[in-house]
Nanobody, 125 residues
Framework: QVQLVESGGGLVQAGGSLRLSCATSSRTFSHYPLGWFRQAPGQEREFVASISRDGDTIYNGDSVKGRFTISRDNKKNTVYLQMNSLKPEDTAVYYC??????????????????WGQGTQVTVSS
């Protein structure tokens, strides 16, 4: 079992910034590629960003490129999502996820085996 706990969500004005964190007590944290996804009401869960085990390979969703940055600190068992230039359309519940078993795609929700409970991000116009 890998328990993931997100934090850092909240209400922010358009153009502002937030940093989300996702922590785990798992001692095998550094073994897993990690991802951030988001889900707005009535919509499917959307890929935001992913990061490889060592942090060298990063993918970003088209809607957040140039604004969001994923990073990880394997010593602290934490993955981060720095969100800048936030827009109202970024409003969603944000989830972190761990890929325990090898999967072909970093973009698909089916590639991830463990999920956090989510943190709400609301961007006002």
């Amino acid at each position: 079992q890998v328990q993931l706990v997100e934090s850092g969500g909240g209400l922010v004005q358009a153009g502002g910034s937030l940093r989300l964190s996702c922590a785990t007590s798992s001692r095998t944290f550094s073994h897993y590629p990690l991802g951030w996804f988001r889900q707005a009401p009535g919509q499917e869960r959307e890929f935001v960003a992913s990061i490889s085990r060592d942090g060298d390979t990063i993918y970003n969703g088209d809607s957040v490129k140039g604004r969001f940055t994923i990073s990880r600190d394997n010593k602290k068992n934490t993955v981060y999502l720095q969100m800048n230039s936030l827009k109202p359309e970024d409003t969603a519940v944000y989830y972190c996820a761990a890929q325990v078993y090898d999967a072909a795609s970093a973009y698909s929700t089916r590639s991830y085996d463990y999920w956090g409970q989510g943190t709400q991000v609301t961007v006002s116009s």
